[in-house]
């Protein structure tokens, strides 16, 4: 029987067929070398993740805002921006948002460049939807509180008149636009045009009651006239509304701090400053839950127990918030003014100093008990004094006054006068015609005067 092959015999070498083994090979190696420098990607290579829309972006920037998270509204907004930077509505957002924001900022400084922000936002809207009534609404609202900031009264009235002006136009584009309505009312009040602010925020409480600007806006009008417990009501609505936006809560806390201030009877004065410290401290708790670190909450709890007498607990509040901005010469000035009142003026001159002339780190440090061997050293640059400045120059005089009153001519007091003069030569430069604080500089220049030394010429 013949044996049978487990291989069969070929037969001749096919020159096609060498060809075609020859082109595949030259193929494989092309692959190969294509995959060593990355020139072909792989096979089953998970899929790139998809880059995110603006409307994502977007709706990241509401969900921050409603949550009460501003600054992170106003990243995710200008995120938005950077793939959508024609889209009239993102900007009109953010400049709204920018505008609330500037509340939790805690020197003019940063609050003027923030509102400076929130225009050019607005002004980017407008020439975007040249023909949209809210662009020019909020445009109005951001120039109304940019007015609020400005030092010179007559720059101060022309940018409430283009407010105004913005809020004509965007009602005289769509008559049934409430927050034109609410905003109008805003500026109005501010005009110190009275009537005409209540006849347009009642036009927008009857159109839309469901709005938050509507009653924060109602209620600062209720306040214009002396109705505290009608603007305390209003604030509350705008709280039902808008419950994680705290600086609602700032400012209906500071109402209460008001009436507790001006009442006579001691169970009352003390019932109003309890419901301001909550108000104070639902703020405070808002921010915790957000993981927000805010000064502006304890820097008002601080000014509700420095009113109550309660020197200690305030200068804890004003330190934590020190501690929240250790870069701000304002919250420095306020520690300072919380020692002042308690009468540890010796604790009250370096935290003064820093906010009037600035101070090295050693001395900063030493006002807010940071620890040198492991916090930052930070340097402060002082406010500078400006015309109309309420409370730069409370800062300004206070810290002249102490210096004059703890002024010994040996020891490490005797170069206060100095000091002190070369501080009331600023005040003087600004204030010569404001009789009461001219009043406690001339008191204080004459502690110098007293022991001889006086204003050089």
Same mark, same amino acid.
């Given at each position: ?116 922000? $929130? @225009?050019?936002?607005?002004? !980017? #809207?407008? *020439? /975007? =939807? %040249?023909?949209?009534?809210?662009? &020019? ?93 009608? $603007? @305390?009501?209003?604030?509350? !609505? #705008?709280? *039902? /509304? =808008? %419950?994680?936006?705290?600086?609602? &809560? ?100 370096? #935290?003064?100093?820093? =906010? ?102």
């Amino acid at each position: 029987m013949a044996q049978k092959y487990l291989f069969r015999k070929r037969s001749s070498s096919n020159p096609y067929t060498i060809l075609a083994l020859t082109l595949i090979l030259l193929a494989m190696v092309a692959v190969l070398r294509g995959l060593q420098t990355q020139q072909i990607e792989p096979l089953f290579l998970p899929t790139p993740t998809p880059t995110r829309t603006s409307n994502s972006y977007a709706l990241e920037g509401q969900t921050h805002f409603q949550a009460g998270n501003l600054n992170g509204a106003i990243e995710a907004y200008q995120q938005a921006l950077q793939s959508e930077p024609n889209n009239a509505r993102i900007w009109m957002e953010l400049a709204q948002i920018q505008t609330y924001s500037y509340k939790s900022l805690t020197t003019r400084e940063a609050q003027r460049q923030r509102l400076a922000e $929130a @225009i050019e936002s607005a002004n !980017r #809207a407008v *020439e /975007l =939807a %040249p023909e949209d009534s809210s662009a &020019y609404a909020i445009r109005a609202f951001v120039r109304d509180w940019n007015a609020g900031l400005l030092e010179s009264e007559e720059e101060r009235s022309r940018l409430l008149v283009e407010a105004e002006q913005d809020a004509q136009k965007a009602l005289l584009l769509d008559k049934n636009n409430v927050l034109a309505l609410a905003y109008s009312a805003e500026i109005l009040n501010d005009q110190q045009k009275w009537d005409q602010a209540r006849q347009y925020i009642q036009l927008a409480v009857e159109r839309n009651p469901n709005l938050m600007d509507v009653w924060r806006v109602q209620a600062a009008i209720l306040e214009s006239f002396g109705d505290y417990q009608g $603007a @305390i009501q209003a604030y509350d !609505r #705008a709280i *039902e /509304l =808008a %419950p994680n936006l705290t600086f609602l &809560y700032v400012q209906a806390g500071v109402i209460y701090r008001h009436l507790g201030m001006t009442q006579t009877d001691k169970t009352l004065s003390a019932q109003y400053y309890a419901t301001a410290l909550d108000y104070f401290a639902k703020a405070v708790n808002k921010n915790k839950q957000l993981g927000i670190e805010d000064p502006v909450p304890y820097i008002a709890i601080g000014k509700v127990y420095t009113q109550m007498g309660e020197f200690f607990v305030a200068a804890l509040n004003a330190k934590k918030a020190l501690q929240i901005d250790p870069y701000s010469p304002d919250l420095y000035g306020q520690l300072g003014m919380v020692y002042f009142k308690a009468r540890n003026y010796e604790t009250a001159i370096p #935290a003064l100093q820093c =906010a009037v002339e600035g101070c090295p780190p050693q001395v900063s440090c030493e006002v807010r008990d940071c620890d040198p061997a492991s916090d930052p050293p930070i340097e402060i640059q002082g406010i500078p004094l400006e015309p109309n400045d309420p409370t730069t120059v409370v800062y300004y005089y206070t810290y002249g006054s102490v210096l004059a009153g703890m002024y010994r001519p040996v020891g490490e007091t005797k170069d206060y006068c100095d000091r002190a003069l070369n501080v009331f030569d600023k005040v003087r430069a600004l204030y010569a015609g404001d009789s009461t604080v001219m009043g406690i500089v001339e008191a204080s220049e004459s502690i110098c005067a007293s022991f001889g030394i006086t204003r050089k010429p």
